[in-house]
């Protein structure tokens, strides 16, 4: 029997320090005061203790392009974040359209033991838009998928989709949909305004994202589905969701870090490590992200931690890739754009890195009240702390992170699943 006692932490931030004791992978006591004979100690003093992150949206690479990230990597990116639970995009090589290669990731997740690694299968097969895939067959493999996206690419059929929402319907599952009518995107490099018409950069418009979610939203009611939107990106696709949820509809969405703190303005400097899909858009999509964040219209953070080699955005801004690094630092940016403001207090940051994306995804052991009996999948937070961030340091085999050089508040000092340090002081557990 192992029992830990963490000492002088804050449940949500609320209230006074309490100790926690843990015994067996789950929370056996909260007080005042604990004494516990024999058990190890871990000095929380000061800091917030948090139900652990579940991200719904991580691209680890494994298969197919493990010089960018693994499995393992990821694991330990996330550990480090905070996070107990991520959610690995299907768009790998091979993709992620079968049980084989869903087992797999799920298998090689519990391997490295750090994070729950959930698979997220794809919608059609080979992400090719066209033929659903196996989505029964996944749902009932090993891998138990819950989530379906072909995130990198939009089911932009109407009949495709509405044929996946009938299916994950039926499975008690969710699509996931990266939201952008490809014929409005044709060429596009940027978000289609001023910053890219000055630059001479083919533009993504707002449009191709807000039409999108909102025949999907359509769609979803029709069909009596769920629909869970990936990074949502502007003010006009949250205008959207707030009419389809005032109506009923059963639809989630995400918000990325980056999207709430970085806008168009970036461009300027030509720098591909700001090239992300959807685009970076305007400084008042990115307000906008943050009040329906607070308000609950926009449900969760979601990383989209997106790793990519130093050949695929040391290059040209046109042949680099989109995408970048999430994991480490989700939560000092949601401290930055949402705490430091107050438009979310921690049980906010609670809601919105645990509970929701959580429940949306149907974990039933992740977002879970810190209290007696159930399990101990905290992240322990210093709101006081103050780290740099180096891409070079990070735990991913990528570096391509737009915070280098950042100063950013809230550092995660421990991650615990169920009971188990994955991450402490800096370091991943293994
Ligand atoms: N977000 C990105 O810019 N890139 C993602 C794909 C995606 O999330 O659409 C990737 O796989 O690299
Ligand atoms: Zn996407
Ligand atoms: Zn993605």
Not at 1 to 17: D, K, N, V
Request: aromatic share 4%.
């Amino acid at each position: 029997m192992s029992t830990l006692l963490i000492r002088g932490a804050r449940p949500y931030g609320e209230g006074g320090p309490v100790d926690i004791l843990v015994r067996d992978g789950v929370i056996a006591e909260v007080a005042g005061r604990v004494d516990a004979d024999g058990a190890e100690v871990l000095d929380a003093g000061g800091l917030v203790a948090l139900p652990g992150f579940v991200d719904l949206h991580t691209h680890l690479r494994e298969p197919g392009r493990e010089d960018t990230e693994t499995i393992e990597t990821g694991s330990r990116a996330a550990a480090l974040g905070g996070y107990t639970a991520v959610f690995a995009m299907a768009n790998t090589d091979p993709v992620a359209d079968n049980a084989v290669v869903v087992e797999h990731v799920w298998r090689r997740g519990r391997e490295v033991g750090l994070v729950d690694v959930h698979p997220v299968g794809a919608v059609t097969v080979g992400l090719r838009g066209e033929r659903l895939a196996e989505l029964g067959t996944m749902a009932r493999s090993a891998a138990g998928v819950r989530v379906f996206s072909d995130d990198g690419h939009c089911v932009a059929d109407p009949l495709v989709m509405r044929r996946a929402l009938e299916y994950t319907k039926a499975l008690d599952a969710v699509v996931a949909q990266h939201a952008e009518e490809p014929r409005l995107t044709v060429g596009a490099q940027a978000h289609e305004g001023e910053a890219a018409a000055r630059l001479g950069l083919a533009g993504w418009p707002a449009v191709a994202e807000e039409s999108i979610v909102a025949r999907d939203c359509l769609l979803a009611r029709h069909v009596g589905a769920r629909l869970h939107v990936c990074h949502v990106s502007t003010e006009g696709t949250a205008d959207v969701l707030r009419w389809a949820k005032a109506r009923g509809t059963r639809v989630s969405a995400e918000v990325t870090p980056h999207h709430l703190l970085l806008d168009d303005s970036r461009l300027s400097g030509y720098d591909p490590v700001n090239k992300v899909n959807p685009p970076l858009r305007t400084g008042s999509d990115a307000a906008a992200l943050r009040a329906a964040l607070a308000e609950g219209v926009v449900d969760c953070v979601a990383t989209d931690h997106a790793p990519h080699a130093a050949q695929d955005k040391d290059c040209e801004w046109s042949a680099a890739r989109p995408g970048m690094l999430g994991l480490q630092t989700a939560l000092p940016i949601v401290v930055r754009t949402m705490v430091e403001p107050g438009l979310l207090d921690w049980r906010g940051v609670a809601r919105v890195m645990s509970e929701r994306p959580a429940e949306i995804a149907g974990l039933p052991d992740q977002g879970r009240p810190i209290a007696v009996g159930e399990p101990a999948t905290l992240a322990l937070v210093d709101p006081a702390g103050r780290w740099t961030v180096r891409g070079a340091d990070l735990a991913s085999i990528a570096a391509n992170t737009p915070y280098e050089g950042m100063e950013l508040p809230g550092t995660v000092v421990a991650t615990l699943l169920r009971g188990t340090p994955t991450a402490r002081d800096g370091k991943a557990a293994s």
